[in-house]
Each structure stands twice: as structure tokens, then as C-alpha cells.
């Protein structure tokens, strides 16, 4: 490898730790995290995780007492559900400051987007090789699956 090149590697293997060690932090840090729903009426309160793995099931008061069952349970799918998006909210902020990593990581080890283009439009020129030289996912009308 030529020094240029072995110096372009080391930069980028450092960054990739460094974006493993803060994908690591925010991974832990949501761990901990979670998201608060009340209903409209304060009657019933879920505390979600950011797994989506329900902590709590507060009832606040006694208005959910004079609630039909029905009434209850639609509440309860409601609030889970708001949650539940709430969530998937939270964590796709956290993480999207990752997003992309691996195609910057690409692009800079390619030299730039249109070295890019050009390895992605030779691809589709050559076949993927499998074992004995036969393209992948091809396989003659005469060949059979087992060995024997």
C-alpha cells in the first residue's frame, strides 16, 4: 500500500472507532430514556422505553373508574400507541446524525462520487463470480443441488 493511501485508511479507521464510540453513547443514553403520554381527560398516563417496553400505567384520579370497559381499553390502545410514536420519533432524531456514515466512508476511499459512478456502472457490466466461475444466482438446467 502506498503511504498515501495507508494514511487515508488509518484517518478513516479512526473515525469509524470514534463513530462506533459515539454510536455506543447514544445507544446507552436511550437505553435510559423514555417518553410520557397523558390522555386528553389527565385520566391515564404510559411511560414507554425507548424499546418500545411499556414502564408504567398510571392512573391518575378516578375518572378512569367511571369509564366503560370498552372506553378503557380503546384509551389504553390510544395512549400505547401515540407512545409508541413518540418513540420511534425519538429515536430516529437520536440517530440520525449517523445516518450516512458508510456512504461518505465509501465515497472517500473511492476518491469522490464520481469514482463512485464509475465502480457502481462497472459493476453492472461483469457478473458476480461464484465458485467454479459461474455467475451467482445462475445455475444450469442440468445441475443438481446435491454433490453425489
Not at 488509518?10 to 410520557?36: C, F, P, S, Y
Not at 378512569?64 to 378503557?72: I, N, Q, T, V, W
Not at 463512485?116 to 465458485?131: D, F, T
Request: aromatic share 4%; glycine share 10%.
Amino acid at each position: 500500500m502506498s503511504p498515501g493511501f495507508q494514511d487515508q485508511v488509518d484517518q478513516m479507521m479512526g473515525r469509524l472507532a470514534e463513530h462506533r464510540n459515539q454510536l455506543m453513547e447514544t445507544q446507552a443514553r436511550l437505553a435510559k430514556e423514555t417518553v410520557k403520554v397523558t390522555s386528553k381527560d389527565r385520566a391515564i398516563t404510559v411511560v414507554m422505553g425507548t424499546r418500545s417496553d411499556v414502564r408504567e400505567i398510571k392512573f391518575n384520579g378516578d375518572r378512569y373508574r367511571s369509564m366503560a370497559p370498552a372506553e378503557l381499553g380503546r384509551a389504553l390502545v390510544q395512549l400505547l400507541e401515540q407512545a409508541r410514536a413518540d418513540v420511534h420519533e425519538k429515536v430516529n432524531r437520536a440517530v440520525a446524525p449517523f445516518t450516512g456514515f458508510g456512504d461518505e466512508v465509501r465515497e472517500s476511499m473511492l476518491g469522490g462520487t464520481e469514482a463512485l459512478k464509475a465502480m457502481n456502472e462497472a459493476r453492472k457490466l461483469w457478473p458476480q463470480q461464484g465458485p467454479g466461475g459461474t455467475a451467482f444466482g445462475r445455475r444450469g438446467e442440468d445441475e443438481d443441488e446435491t454433490d453425489g
